[in-house]
């Protein structure tokens, strides 16, 4: 959670328009993300770019004081963020599974391909029936 807020933060810092935050409620209830597409390339990458980039070199060189710096100082909650925590929580979704299909070799030679729900027991389904 901490790397997608970090970036999410990376992201407000560009500035000009790239990523606003919104919201008409007292208490944020309303809350969208605008992020505007056609400055994606423009400043998106780049900004992304150039944060991996510190935190890349930072490793690197091991110099393991200025990177917990840079990625604490990018994780930190200020007050205005910490205000948008209950309706993120409160909003908040179960992370995506993805399951993968099966094949299998029929009577007749042809093939199968088998699906599963996107659900703890289609995931263990999944793997059980690949027979490894």
């Known amino acids: 959670m901490q790397a997608r807020f970090s970036i999410l933060k990376c992201f407000l810092e560009v500035g000009d328009g790239f990523v606003k935050l919104t919201s008409t ?3 944020y209830d309303d ?4 992020l505007d597409r056609s400055k994606i390339e423009s400043h998106g990458k780049p900004a992304v770019g150039l944060y991996l980039q510190k935190l ?3 490793k690197s060189i091991a110099d393991v004081d200025a990177g917990t710096k840079l990625y604490a100082e990018m994780t930190a909650v200020g007050e205005e ?3 948008y ?3 993120v929580l409160k909003k908040k979704q179960p992370r995506k599974q993805f399951v993968e299909a099966n094949t299998f070799l029929k009577e007749d ?3 199968e391909l088998k699906q599963y729900d996107a659900t ?3 995931l263990i ?4 029936e690949r027979e490894i």
């Not at 809350?31 to 605008?34: A, Q």
Request: a negative charge; hydrophobic letters at 40%.
């Open 109 to 111: 030679g042809g093939v």
């Open 31 to 34: 809350l969208v993300i605008d």
């Open 81 to 83: 963020m910490a205000a």
């Open 120 to 122: 703890c027991e289609g």
């Open 25 to 27: 409620k007292p208490d």
């Open 56 to 58: 890349n070199i930072y």
């Open 125 to 128: 389904q999944s793997y059980v």
């Open 85 to 87: 925590r209950d309706v």
